[in-house]
């Protein structure tokens, strides 16, 4: 059948009341309510299947966790289940001295008698008992008058009131009488109040504090606007002898909610009804209970909260609740319920995250300052009337990205997870990869995946995501500059002095070291990168920011590229630029990382010149393509003075086989003239050693072969090499000395070899000029391979031996 046009013809309008000195809208709640759970009994009588007695039992421990002081756990009369719940919590002990268990019966002599035995032995309970008023059900239901239905519940009334007193003189219980006119929203409101007058004088013993009678005012099925229903509550109050011997209950259904499955309709009705008057609330966790549910009472008891009043009901843990609710109930809680609905701290669109973003920022400053005042810490955010954290919940969930969000949920998220604080252009840029994704695939971009897709985007967060270009080792010094040079002024460094780049980057796997100068270590290393690979690039924006606390802290920098070469101008209005990010616990090493972030993003896969050596040691190779030479050949990487002192061999040698060298007989070269790897040994050469320890100093042995004959030297010193040191310059005439040492690894795990690097200096006598050599060598032994590599080095020296003395 369809709609009607005219449902006038078929639905009568609700008569509402007219109050119209109403007292109830200009009123303000200020404290919390009784609270009454009905979930085990309005809640589990409206399930396809009830709760098991097990089911009731957790419930009934949820309640009591989450402080609810009134219980109604059952209807006793209805089944032995349910009598046996009661029972079971009675003598189980499950029940603190300060909770009511309340039970609900019908205004039946028998089903009433059941009911109060069911509660036998406990040490408070209340007796709620009901029957309906309204004029369908008196002509419909029971066919009774005004005059019967009144009589009705003063006859049960006077039934309860005997036994009660009966159970309290045998068990020492302490009862409370409620009634329920049921259907009162429905009922001539005189009439209604007629029937409570009646049961109040049947009771008889209506006092104040705890022996207030309850009137239970339910709005069985909502039929009207929350605010008719608070007039309703508000003529009751104003109309009831002896207001202050009763306790006002309200007990909302939600008949009226706004959607099928959003139904909080109650909520309105319960505040509102609470202004006018109210003083308990009756209902369910979630709003559970008969066709759309009772009122929901952790949204009423949490609306207070967000007010600032005290709801005397903790859901620190509301996770904990709701599963447990959700398990009991077999019911879903809905995603966008109130406080907790998995989405209800979730913003996907874009505005909305900025404003929480922006919002958490000026909370921490605000709370920073009020701390420091000592004033409470409000809480005040876009879009979150409550801090998820007070529910035991976590921001993660706050900000979730798909196709509707921004920029600044993403870059919250990669705040939240990544620790970095991304520059606001960079958000931009990186808000268009991830806006792409969405946009594509039409799915909500999970945390993962935003991380990842930043990670790879900007090759970031250790060797999973490397890019092309991987920074594997550097050294920044500083050079002065030549007189004449001007200050190009973009850096710390001291207007007269240079910055150099000294490092080893991987190139697409390859490791080739590069060197270049400027102003700072940023630029030095954009100018290495020019000179060996032809890429030109120059920093529109730099920025950085600390990582962590304390002894953990590091740098995070960010920088945008732009293509080198061009105008400042041109450059800065350029539409084509590349973002990094680097973060390094060195802050020169964070700008570093940054720019080879931003330049492996800028080279997609573009081809980058190769290390052309056969072309000849001429102008074209220099001295960092010959330490490529041998780092990619012998995996040594040389230490820059090193480096100068081969190169000029090497040009000396290019100079004598007509300026060409190939790329064979360099490495070649670098054996013979440091006996590296060759069969031919140095002068002086190590047969084998002893280092011990006598006294605090190293004892050192050393059984060598010098110019073909066997030689033992015996020193000590601070170390091996101070030791072999003293001992060879008692064996010779004039002095050496170690101007520098050093040792990197080759090699990993159990394969790892120490490759040792020495320099020497002599002052020979009669010899105006102190001459220096180098040394190198590797071994699994790092005393040894410090000890060849010191006697190569001293090897290139004319020593001029000491007669020997008793042939040592
Ligand atoms: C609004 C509410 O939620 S009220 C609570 C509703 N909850 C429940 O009903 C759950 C438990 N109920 C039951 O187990 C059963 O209904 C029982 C045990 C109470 C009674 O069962 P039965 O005796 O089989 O009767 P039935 O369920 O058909 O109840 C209807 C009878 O009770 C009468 N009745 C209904 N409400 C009341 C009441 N509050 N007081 C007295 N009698 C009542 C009806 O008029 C009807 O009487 P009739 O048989 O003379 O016509
Ligand atoms: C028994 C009464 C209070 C009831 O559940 C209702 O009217 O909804």
């Keep these: 059948m369809p709609m009607l046009a005219d449902p006038s013809q078929k639905y009568k309008p609700y008569t509402p009341l007219n ?46 966790k989450a402080g609810v002081k009134e219980i109604e756990v059952a209807y006793p009369a209805a089944s032995d289940t349910d009598f046996n719940f009661v029972r079971g919590l009675i003598e189980g002990g499950l029940v603190p001295d300060d909770v009511w268990l309340q039970v609900l019966t019908p205004a039946r002599e028998d089903l009433i008698k059941r009911t109060i035995d069911s509660v036998a032995g406990s040490k408070r309970a209340i007796i709620h008992m009901y029957n309906a008023t309204s004029p369908s059900f ?56 007629e029937v409570c007058q009646a049961v109040k004088t049947a009771w008889g013993k209506a006092g104040l504090g705890d022996e207030r009678i309850t009137f239970n005012l339910p709005a069985t099925v909502e039929i009207a606007p929350p605010n008719h229903y608070a007039d309703q509550i ?82 620190s843990d509301i996770q904990s609740v709701i599963d447990a609710v959700v398990a ?103 808000y268009q990869v991830v806006q792409e994704v969405a946009d594509r695939e039409a799915r909500e971009m999970s945390v993962e995946d935003i ?33 004449s040079a001007a200050d190009d ?78 105008e400042v101008k041109e450059a800065r209005k350029s539409n084509e630029s590349w973002w990094g990010v680097g973060v390094d616990s060195d802050i020169a090493g964070s700008g570093l990382r940054a720019v080879l972030s931003a330049i492996n993003t800028a080279i997609g896969d573009r081809v980058l010149p190769e290390l052309k050596l056969s ?41 004598d086989s007509s300026d060409n060298i190939s790329y064979t007989d360099l490495i070649q070269l670098f054996r013979d003239t440091y006996h590296y790897g060759t069969q031919v040994p140095s002068r002086i050469s190590l047969k084998n050693f002893t280092l011990d320890n006598v006294g605090g100093r190293k004892e050192l042995k050393v059984d060598l072969i010098w110019d073909g004959k066997d030689r033992q030297l015996v020193a000590d010193g601070t170390g091996a090499l101070s030791s072999i040191i003293t001992s060879l310059n008692s064996q010779i005439e004039g002095t050496l000395s170690i101007k520098d040492y050093s040792e990197h690894s080759i090699g990993e795990g159990s394969n790892v070899e120490a490759a040792s690097f020495v320099e020497l200096a002599y002052d020979a006598p009669g010899q105006p000029k102190r001459v220096t050599s180098w040394g190198v060598s590797s071994d699994t032994d790092i005393t040894a391979s410090g000890l060849k590599a010191l006697l190569r080095a001293a090897s290139s020296f004319q020593l001029i031996p000491k007669p020997l003395v008793n042939g040592h």
């Design 451 to 483: 991380t990842t897709a930043f990670r790879s985007n900007y090759h970031f967060g250790g060797s999973k995501y490397e890019g092309r270009l991987a920074l594997k080792s550097f050294k920044i010094s500083a050079e002065p500059l030549p007189d």
């Design 615 to 655: 072309v000849g040691f001429n102008s074209r190779s220099g001295q960092a393509d010959v330490a490529s030479a041998v780092l990619q050949s012998l995996e040594l990487e040389l230490p820059r003075r090193f480096q100068s002192s081969f190169f000029e061999i090497v040009q000396r040698t290019a100079r």
């Design 328 to 430: 009991c109930n077999d019911l879903p809680v809905h995603p966008r319920h109130p406080y907790a609905g998995e989405l209800v701290f979730t913003a996907f669109s874009g505005s909305h995250q900025d404003a929480i973003k922006k919002g958490f920022e000026a909370q921490r400053v605000r709370h920073a300052e009020a701390e420091a005042k000592g004033e409470p810490k409000y809480w005040d955010m876009p879009y979150l009337p409550i801090d998820p954290a007070d529910l035991g919940c976590n921001y993660e969930a706050v900000i979730r990205v798909n196709a509707q969000s921004g920029k600044g949920g993403i870059a919250y998220l990669i705040q939240q997870h990544l620790g970095l604080d991304l520059p606001r252009k960079m958000q931009v840029a990186f």
């Design 138 to 193: 008196r002509n419909v239901v029971f066919r009774n008058s005004k005059e019967k239905t009144i009589e009705l519940a003063i006859t049960h009334t006077k039934i309860v009131r005997k036994l009660v007193d009966e159970a309290a003189a045998k068990y020492g219980t302490q009862f409370k009488y409620e009634y329920s006119p049921e259907t009162f929203t429905q009922t001539e409101p005189d009439f209604a109040i």
């Design 489 to 566: 002024g973009d850096s710390d460094v001291p207007a007269d002095e240079r910055r150099l780049f000294d490092g080893t980057i991987s190139v697409d796997g390859v490791v080739r070291v590069i060197r270049g100068d400027g102003n700072g270590p940023l630029s030095a290393l954009l100018d290495a990168l020019r000179t060996h690979l032809d890429l030109d690039f120059s920093i529109r924006e730099y920025s950085e920011h600390a990582v962590g606390e304390g002894s953990s802290v590091k740098a995070a920098s960010y920088v945008e590229l732009v293509r080198g070469g061009q």
């Design 234 to 315: 508000e003529n009751f109050c104003r109309k009831i002898s002896e207001r202050e011997k009763i306790i006002v209950s309200l007990h909302p259904h939600n008949d009226r909610g706004t959607s099928i499955i959003i139904t909080w309709q109650g909520v309105a009705a319960a505040e509102l009804g609470m202004l006018a008057g109210g003083d308990r609330i009756e209902g369910c966790f979630f709003g559970n209970g008969e066709r759309t549910g009772n009122v929901d009472l952790v949204t009423l008891a949490l609306n207070l909260y967000t007010q600032g009043v005290a709801p005397n009901l903790d859901f």
């Design 19 to 64: 109050i119209p000195d109403r007292q109830w809208p200009s009123k303000v709640q200020r404290a919390a309510p009784i609270w009454l759970s009905t979930d085990l009994r309005d809640g589990n009588q409206a399930l396809a299947n009830p709760m098991t007695i097990e089911q009731k039992t957790i419930f009934f421990k949820t309640l009591i």
